[in-house]
């Protein structure tokens, strides 16, 4: 066995002796006869794995040191780097962290380009390899890593936690969706029933559309300098690519296209706009433009409603009135409502909303009305080697999948009254 597979089947052992252990206790704090046979066994194992394992790093340590490198190769991490960091190899592949993965992918780039030496870790892993050498497609981040991202990016996931958002293993689910409502033509319906008189069926509407999700990625160049420098690699290959797919992914969530991405609650038919007031001025908000986009709100059961603006409208919400009485309360110690409240719902500044004067500068959204679904694996990762090999860089690959739409193909017609209804107001423009 190589070095790799000499730590990798330590760290096999000790887990097996750690279950052993925990049996007993479980049963009382005594082994069986066939535990304590087998747990002697694995000590004389490991006891002859860490003998061999100081061999091969002695080994190892010799030929790098006599081996050399040629110029352009990034310098040898010690052989004490090059140690198991993690109780469980299977998930981290022996790697401290994400930024000393990376190297090792630059060492092993560069060693295929100009000779040296790869790191043995790099091929322990199960799974984690697609290829090598310059024509290869990458190294696949270890799970540790990759969980690592997927768990960063609901710190800047602004609605994923606040819409109807749900994990699958498909790459496409189908949407139960029934708009139909209790004073309709269609759908599920209650009669009063004359004595004797034959019942009335009615008939659940499911329109069962397709929900596939799109892939979002990020690619990362990273220079040589960068490369060397393992700590703020790991910074930029965690950090950076979770903010970057949580921009993209809300983004998409307001105003997604629907072509090979999701349908965005601002480009889907279900938005209602406000017009703005005869011959109201530019890029102004009153308080009546405020009063007709609530009593749009369709609101779904159990929600919290809010209103999304950009920071460009404090001018105009400061100076709202009806009558005497300010329309907006700033901020006076509301805890999660930053932007303070609105006609009682709290209002939250973000880059998401236009900037004043334009459509979609004030919105009032009741979010459960939008169905997101994410692949439930996270981002994947993967590091480009065949890429700009002539700029003396590296491309990084994250891909990640997530679908959504509105529950709604259209505002909802009321049963007394024109004024249509949804989960997503907004107001025209005031040009």
């Not at 929600?303 to 460009?312: E, K, Y």
């Not at 491309?395 to 997530?402: C, D, M, N, P, Q």
Request: glycine fraction near 10%; charge should be negative; hydrophobic fraction near 40%.
């Amino acid at each position: 066995m190589n070095l790799a597979q000499l730590k990798k089947r330590l760290a096999e052992l000790k887990a097996e002796g750690a279950e052993i252990v925990k049996a007993a206790e479980s049963a009382g704090g005594e082994f069986t006869e066939e535990q304590d046979t087998r747990f002697g066994a694995i000590e004389e194992e490991i006891e002859g794995l860490r003998a061999d394992i100081d061999k091969a790093e002695k080994l190892a340590e010799r030929r790098r040191a006599m081996q050399g490198l040629p110029a352009g190769a990034p310098a040898p991490a010690p052989a004490g780097n090059n140690t198991v960091n993690d109780s469980n190899p299977a998930l981290t592949g022996g790697f401290a962290d994400i930024g000393e993965f990376a190297v090792a992918v630059h060492g092993a780039v560069q060693a295929g380009r100009v000779g040296g030496t790869v790191d043995e870790r790099l091929g322990a892993l199960a799974n984690s390899h697609e290829g090598g050498g310059a024509s290869g497609e990458g190294y696949s981040l270890p799970p540790a890593f990759r969980d690592e991202v997927w768990e960063l990016m609901p710190e800047f996931d602004e609605f994923g936690p606040m819409i109807d958002e749900e994990p699958t293993s498909a790459r496409e689910v189908k949407l139960g969706a029934d708009e139909t409502t209790p004073w309709g033509t269609a759908g599920i319906k209650a009669y009063w029933r004359a004595e004797g008189s034959q019942m009335t069926p009615s008939q659940l509407s499911d329109e069962g559309r397709n929900v596939p999700l799109h892939q979002l990625y990020v690619m990362a160049v990273a220079s040589e300098e960068l490369l060397e420098d393992a700590p703020r690699l790991r910074n930029r290959l965690t950090r950076k690519a979770a903010m970057a797919i949580a921009w993209k992914k809300n983004l998409a969530i307001v105003e997604g296209s629907g072509a090979g991405q999701p349908l965005g609650w601002f480009n889907s038919p279900a938005l209602v706009t406000v017009p703005k007031e005869s011959g109201q001025a530019a890029d102004t908000l009153t308080a009546l433009n405020v009063v007709k986009m609530y009593s749009r709100l369709m609101t779904v059961p159990g929600d919290r409603p809010f209103w999304m603006t950009n920071q460009d409208c404090i001018p105009e919400l400061m100076t709202m009135t009806i009558g005497d009485k300010p329309i907006w309360m700033p901020p006076n110690g509301f805890e999660g409502a930053p932007g303070g409240f609105l006609l009682g719902k709290p209002v939250r500044f973000s880059e998401f909303a236009k900037t004043v004067g334009d459509k979609g500068d004030l919105q009032l959204i009741s979010p459960k009305g939008y169905y997101g679904v994410r692949r439930s694996d996270g981002p994947k990762f993967a590091s480009s080697i065949h890429l700009y090999f002539d700029y003396n860089a590296e491309a990084f690959r994250w891909t990640f999948r997530y679908g959504g739409q509105p529950h709604l193909s259209a505002p909802v017609s009321p049963k007394n009254g024109t004024a249509t209804k949804s989960h997503f107001v907004t107001l025209a423009a005031r040009a």
